[in-house]
């Protein structure tokens, strides 16, 4: 699964913030070729392995939905889905 998927004409990106020794799992919305717009912080804890949290907000990416006015969407399922995997965790 790729880091970037394009949405129109805008781009999301899997992004990792280090922090206290942890690692949050965000994704970064652009214009496609541009500067970052909105960076949204995927729903879930804080990861001990980069790794790890870049997976997250790979699968984060790959489920959520950008408007054509660039607004990223979680829908219902990927909110279900998430609750699970941190419930899992």
């Keep these: 699964m790729s880091s970037i998927r394009h949405v129109g004409d805008?781009?999301?990106?899997?992004?990792?913030?280090?922090?206290?020794?942890?690692?949050?799992?965000?994704?970064?919305?652009?214009?496609?070729?541009?500067?970052?717009?909105?960076?949204?912080?995927?729903?879930?804890?804080?990861?001990?392995?980069r790794i790890a949290a870049h997976d997250h907000a790979r699968q984060w990416m790959a489920m959520c939905e950008v408007s054509s006015d660039g607004h990223v969407r979680f829908d219902a399922h990927c909110l279900d889905q998430g609750r699970l995997a941190v419930a899992a965790a």
């Design 10 to 49: 805008y781009q999301l990106t899997a992004h990792v913030t280090p922090g206290e020794g942890q690692f949050s799992a965000e994704l970064l919305l652009s214009k496609s070729g541009g500067i970052t717009l909105q960076r949204y912080r995927v729903p879930g804890d804080a990861f001990a392995d």
